[in-house]
């Protein structure tokens, strides 16, 4: 049951049938305030009261019938900061409405009319700060609370030159990631070179896969763009061996959405582009970084830069189309590097301003040969360590192997901040030209044997099917952010618990791996 749930008691069983006026200042119904809500809105009220003549009152064995979910739930007219949230009754047997917000929000609105389905309520919210929310609709009555209608979101207008509503404007944000961008170094027989969202858009088709069914196309190659990519909506459907006979591959599973998140990756939307494309673009005016800025715990500032690559080309057959990697600074607000990270393989690694390697305020990463996980650090050529990448994780299996065997060296250069970079946003607001951030499917075809191998943190990777976009690499998109923060933007589907595919957990860090080896 949902926390506010907890704390409505159903209205009383006299509840008449009559005719009902709308009366202004006249609240028909209770509700609490969390310190985020005020209530000035026009209520319906009954111009009867229980007892009069011509005003039945409704059969109690009626109000303790389970009640089913509102219907045709919107949010509208956002006029500064408050919302009009709008729905639809869907039975005769309601006593009042919830209106159910993330982040908790709840406000009780008195039914007026159970006689008719398909009556009309709304509501004014005022909604306390910039930040997206998401409402749903509840009917109640004396046997409890019904289901929960669909969600609807919303969010005021951001504040000047903050289009991504995170707190820091946008123009400090982009001066911060030309800053700090990084120095990577790729090795020098790189074959899968990086490349630019809009040119593998343009060689790329969005299709959908259905295990043990044919697969669907939906946008043809050299059609893809940023904007239709985000506004696809795809009926799943009945896959062998949970299916009969007459009815196996029939679209009669949920409708998905392609900026929808599904945790099924073989049920899901992706890009699939010729074989002739997976060696990037060798021009290196083309390829383009992407920054995520965000605040982070002690008043503290993220800063991201996801590198694309259109093929991962790992050891044997652990490849895949693909492929998102990053490097990370935590700087202090006066701008001091507190902590640096690099993702590799599933996993980030912290390290210390003084494990790193600069070029001036420009950190170095090494992005491995063929695979692209990024590292901070090569060996120096040796007899045995020749070109091997220096990692300070523990070894765990086929996921220690990888790093054995990962090739690092200062071959070609990429001065990243000399070239383009991109300020992608939040996944709910992103940058002007960067929508594709939204787009939950992935990021190359689905492999024949996407097998998922553990690594240190339990995120399993499919090593043979594209990944998700840097939005939805699990919880690698709000590495050191606060758990307020996380709070504010996780909670999509108003379960009431916290997505963590937006919040980071710890990362692997040096001195949790020296504690770990000597224990």
């Known amino acids: ?184 170094w790729l090795h020098s027989t790189e074959t899968s070179f990086p490349v630019n969202v809009e040119w593998l858009l343009s060689v790329s088709r969005l299709r959908f896969s259905h295990p043990g069914c044919s697969d669907h196309e939906l946008i043809p190659q050299g059609k893809v763009t940023a904007d239709n990519l985000i506004n696809q909506f795809h009926r799943n459907v009945n896959s062998p061996p949970f299916c009969k006979p007459w009815n196996c591959c029939d679209h009669e599973g949920p409708i998905l959405s392609s900026k929808q998140y599904t945790a099924e990756p073989k049920k899901s939307f992706f890009l699939q582009y010729p074989d002739s494309t997976h060696g990037g673009l060798t021009n290196r005016d083309e390829w383009a970084i992407y920054g995520h800025v965000y605040p982070a715990f002690n008043n503290q500032i993220a800063l991201q830069y996801w590198q694309l690559y259109a093929y991962n080309d790992s050891i044997q057959s652990f490849n895949h189309e693909g492929d998102w990697e990053y490097s990370a600074i935590l700087i202090k607000r006066d701008g001091t590097p507190q902590r640096f990270a690099h993702f590799r393989h599933g996993r980030v690694v912290e390290n210390r301003p003084d494990e790193i390697e600069l070029a001036g305020e420009h950190h170095i990463t090494f992005s491995a040969k063929g695979s692209h ?78 097998i998922s191998v553990p690594v240190v943190d339990k995120t399993p990777i499919a090593f043979t099917s594209g990944p998700p976009g840097p939005a939805y690499q699990d919880s690698r998109w709000r590495l050191w952010a606060t758990s307020e923060i996380c709070a504010n933007s996780a909670d999509d589907d108003l379960d009431g618990e916290v997505d963590e595919r937006n919040c980071a957990p710890p990362a692997v860090t040096f001195d949790k791996i020296k504690t770990s080896i000597q224990h």
């Open 373 to 450: 996980g990024q590292y901070a650090r090569a060996h120096e050529s040796t007899a045995v360590l020749t070109e091997t990448c220096v990692d300070e994780s523990v070894s765990d299996g086929l996921q220690g192997d990888l790093i054995a065997r990962d090739k690092c060296e200062k071959g070609i250069g990429w001065a990243t901040w000399e070239g383009t970079i991109v300020n992608v946003g939040e996944r709910h607001f992103p940058m002007p030209g960067a929508k594709w951030i939204q787009y939950s499917g992935l990021w190359g075809e689905i492999g024949a044997a996407a």
């Open 1 to 184: 049951m949902d926390w506010a749930e907890k704390s409505l008691k159903p209205h009383t069983n006299n509840v008449c049938f009559c005719k009902y006026h709308l009366s202004a200042g006249k609240l028909a119904a209770a509700f609490f305030f969390i310190g985020l809500i005020t209530a000035q809105q026009v209520s319906a009220v009954p111009n009867c009261l229980p007892g009069e003549p011509n005003c039945p009152t409704v059969p109690e064995k009626v109000l303790n019938k389970p009640i089913g979910p509102p219907s045709r739930v919107r949010a509208t007219s956002v006029v500064g900061n408050s919302v009009n949230v709008e729905w639809v009754d869907s039975t005769t047997n309601e006593t009042a409405f919830i209106v159910i917000g993330s982040p908790r929000i709840s406000k009780q609105i008195a039914s007026h009319s159970q006689r008719n389905i398909g009556s009309s309520y709304s509501t004014v919210i005022k909604l306390p700060s910039v930040q997206r929310y998401c409402f749903r609709v509840v009917a109640l009555n004396n046997a409890g609370t019904g289901r929960k209608s669909n969600s609807v979101c919303v969010a005021p207008a951001p504040p000047p030159n903050d289009v991504d509503r995170d707190g820091i404007a946008d123009f400090t944000e982009m001066e911060l990631l030309r800053r700090f961008a990084p120095m990577v």
